[in-house]
């Protein structure tokens, strides 16, 4: 079985920083694809940022420039480094980790429980 358990949300004035992290557990072989999508009241999940096995990154245009995803393969964990923030960015966070393989050779998408993150004006 595998979870993917996070931390770093929590309370931050605007222009402050946060860095969430996700640990992926369990019997895998290899993730394609880790990210971070957050969910803000009334609003729909979006994409906040992904990066694959191989390094390459994306970033919602919201984000870029005070954002850095990040990620430790050997330890199947993500980073978000999140700078600069501001109000809107308050929401819960939600880890993802798309196509994860195990030793069992199932494959399929796991998701976080979420973190929230609020920014203060």
């Known amino acids: 079985q595998v979870q993917l358990v996070e931390s770093g949300g929590g309370l931050v004035q605007a222009g402050g920083s946060l860095r969430l992290s996700c640990a992926a557990s369990?019997?895998?072989?290899?993730?394609?694809?880790m990210g971070w999508y957050r969910q803000a009241p009334g609003k729909q999940r979006e994409l906040v940022a992904a990066?694959?096995?191989?390094?390459?990154?994306n970033y919602v245009d919201s984000v870029k420039g005070r954002f850095t995803i990040s990620r430790d393969n050997a330890k199947n964990t993500v980073y978000l480094q999140m700078n600069s923030l501001k109000p809107e960015d308050t929401a819960v966070y939600y880890c993802?980790?798309?196509?994860?393989?195990?030793?069992?050779?199932?494959?399929?998408?796991?998701w976080g429980q979420g973190t929230q993150v609020t920014v203060s004006s």
């Open positions: 993802n980790a798309d196509r994860v393989v195990t030793y069992k050779g199932d494959i399929d998408d796991y």
């Open positions: 369990g019997s895998i072989s290899f993730i394609n694809s």
């Open positions: 990066i694959t096995s191989e390094g390459r990154t």
